[in-house]
């Protein structure tokens, strides 16, 4: 069994070829060579929803799974052979955990041969097996056509009624998998994109399900209606058959008359950056959303009973904390509204040159870190960590530090700035992580060296963030949001032996320059910009080595380091001077200066040395050594 893939190459030629389903699903796990779903992922929140205007749309490679398909001389499709798989995909993804918990509702079913993640990484591909009732498939097309209509109509509502998505139904022509209503019939020639899934559900044991082929096909306009709100009407219309009558004060008639209560004095919204659900009343549209806390919920409660609806506080907090409540994320809002705004101007190396330094490359190295910033509010799963470098602002007190870190982020998204993480709190520190935007690591001074080399040297690079939220039953996995920045009022703050890589420290040379209120809009349409247009959000080896060599001067100087420089000087001729181990060196010291010198700090003295640029080295069969001449 074969299934046949369709693509339009740079000439506009139709071109067909044929994969076998365990090569094809070999090829969704692995990302294509030029990135060109990742980049399509990337861009669709920028994009409308039918997704055509994007550029590489016309020569995207479609895969047809029902049959197997050749070319004839009019570059129409025909069928070779029918593969008895019908393709379902599902969109408008309500389930909880979504697009893996719509693969593992479907997999369920023993007729599933696959469940795969689509193109726009927001829908799901399902592809089932099915047989005529004598255990065989049509030879002929139009036979095909027959009973692959009718095998929709038999299979379609056994799946609809275990996921909580909808069904979308595209027509004989390539189509968009998330695209607008799609009203055509299912047909052999129904399409989805290729597409990229790490961790596709496969079942090469999958059995058919048998279809009765003298059923009477349909014309099917499927829905793509919310499955909860099809399976309501579905009992409305039982229960008008059967003449029922629902009692005034049932419990349905009372949440359903609660919900419509609330709805029609609140907008509901659930924030899923926060993870709390905010509510704006309708004739109080100044108020602005708040988050509905205990007290609020109450008071909803006692309006609702209030209107003589019986219902509990626990049922207004299932309606609130349900998937009824639509989604809302505030930082994709606010990008959108600057996505393609961007003027021109270089706004971000502007902001960076408000901050006085004596440092060349401060502007430089901040618009990499704001790229980084903002790249990691868009939550891509690609990334393999997170912007793992934090400016670090240097100078005595009243130098506006802290206001200028405030100010990165624009009024509407202030709540996403924090500056009192409590480091020990490590459960505390993913959540904030998770939650908020910015975070400035104020007072870093206070910080000791074993939290900057452990705990902190780990943390700012994680792309995820592991936890069991509050009240939560289990360990979940979140999205990195927060980009770390730091301010200190002493300079010897730095203490990794082995490179202070992870900051960007910048001296002051006085007072930030807060008297102009910067062009939100504009700054982050410039990052995003640049990002589109394939711009680094990081650091490379280049730039890092650069980085580590300005922060030589806010290291914290250890006496085992005054006194290396106290007794040893360094040299390039080797005849100068002797090849040494850093024990060796550790030893002449510790001989010259007594007990002062502790054994703990052996490791620690080494990894100084083996970091400093201007050491000559050199490795020997038992070790590395360095060339120093004794003074």
Not at 54 to 66: L, S
Not at 78 to 88: E, R, S, T, Y
């Amino acid at each position: 069994m074969k299934v046949t893939i369709v693509h339009t190459n740079n000439k506009k030629q139709l071109l067909v070829s044929t994969k076998t389903m365990e090569k094809l699903m070999e090829r969704f796990a692995r990302d294509d060579s030029k990135l060109t779903i990742t980049h399509f992922r990337e861009s669709i929140p920028y994009l409308s929803n039918n997704y055509e205007g994007y550029k590489d749309m016309p020569k995207w490679m479609h895969i047809y799974p029902a049959a197997e398909f050749a070319k004839d001389e009019n570059n129409n499709l025909k069928m070779k052979a029918c593969n008895g798989i019908l393709l379902l995909k599902f969109g408008n993804i309500t389930d909880v955990d979504g697009v893996e918990g719509v693969k593992r509702s479907v997999a369920i079913l023993p007729s599933t041969l696959a469940a795969i993640t689509g193109a726009d990484g927001k829908t799901v591909i399902v592809l089932i097996k099915f047989q005529g009732e004598n255990d065989s498939l049509p030879t002929s097309e139009a036979d095909a056509e027959h009973l692959y209509r009718i095998a929709y109509q038999q299979i379609f509502p056994v799946y609809q009624a275990i996921v909580k998505a909808s069904i979308l139904v595209d027509g004989p022509k390539p189509s968009i998998e998330a695209g607008s209503t799609l009203s055509q019939e299912p047909s052999i020639h129904n399409s989805f994109m290729m597409t990229l899934d790490a961790e596709p559900y496969f079942n090469s044991k999958a059995v058919a399900m048998k279809i009765d082929s003298h059923a009477r096909s349909q014309n099917l306009t499927p829905s793509t209606g919310n499955n909860q709100q099809m399976i309501a009407d579905s009992e409305t219309a039982e229960a008008k058959n059967d003449n029922k009558k629902e009692d005034k004060n049932s419990v349905r008639s009372n949440i359903v008359s609660m919900m419509k209560l609330l709805e029609s004095r609140y907008d509901f919204r659930y924030n899923t950056v926060m993870k709390y659900v905010e509510y704006l009343p309708k004739d109080k549209g100044w108020y602005g959303y708040r988050p509905v806390e205990p007290r609020v919920q109450k008071r909803m409660t006692l309006e609702v009973q209030l209107a003589d609806i019986r219902v509990s506080i626990k049922d207004v907090r299932n309606f609130l904390e349900s998937d009824y409540i639509k989604n809302y994320n505030p930082i994709e809002e606010y990008l959108f509204q600057c996505y393609d705004k961007w003027d021109g101007k270089d706004h971000i190396r502007a902001l960076a040159r408000t901050v006085p330094t004596a440092n060349p490359h401060w502007a430089d190295w901040f618009y990499t870190w704001f790229l980084g910033m903002v790249d990691q509010w868009r939550g891509y799963s690609h990334r393999q960590y997170g912007n793992s470098v934090a400016p670090l602002l240097i100078s005595k007190q009243g130098y506006n530090k802290s206001t200028f870190c405030r100010r990165l982020l624009p009024p509407e998204l202030q709540w996403g700035y924090s500056d009192n993480l409590i480091l020990s709190e490590k459960r505390q520190v993913y959540q904030a992580m998770a939650q908020f935007m910015v975070i400035n690591l104020d007072e870093f001074n206070q910080i000791s060296p074993q939290v900057q080399q452990g705990f902190l040297k780990n943390l700012i690079q994680l792309p995820t963030l592991k936890y069991k939220p509050p009240y939560g039953s289990h360990v979940m996995e979140f999205p990195r949001l927060a980009s770390f920045i730091a301010t200190s009022n002493m300079k010897d703050i730095l203490s990794d032996p082995s490179g202070n890589r992870r900051f960007i420290g910048v001296e002051l040379t006085g007072p930030i320059d807060v008297s102009v209120r910067p062009n939100y809009q504009q700054l982050f349409a410039q990052a995003l910009s640049a990002l589109n247009n394939g711009e680094k959000s990081y650091f490379d080896a280049q730039q890092v080595k650069l980085i580590m060599k300005s922060n030589s001067q806010f290291e914290i100087i250890q006496p085992i380091d005054q006194y290396f420089l106290l007794y040893f000087e360094l040299v390039d001729n080797e005849k100068e001077g002797d090849y040494l181990t850093a024990a060796e060196i550790f030893d002449y010291l510790k001989k010259q200066i007594g007990s002062s010198i502790k054994v703990n700090s052996l490791m620690g003295f080494g990894r100084k040395l083996a970091n400093m640029s201007e050491l000559k080295h050199k490795r020997f069969a038992d070790g590395m050594k360095y060339l120093v001449k004794k003074k």
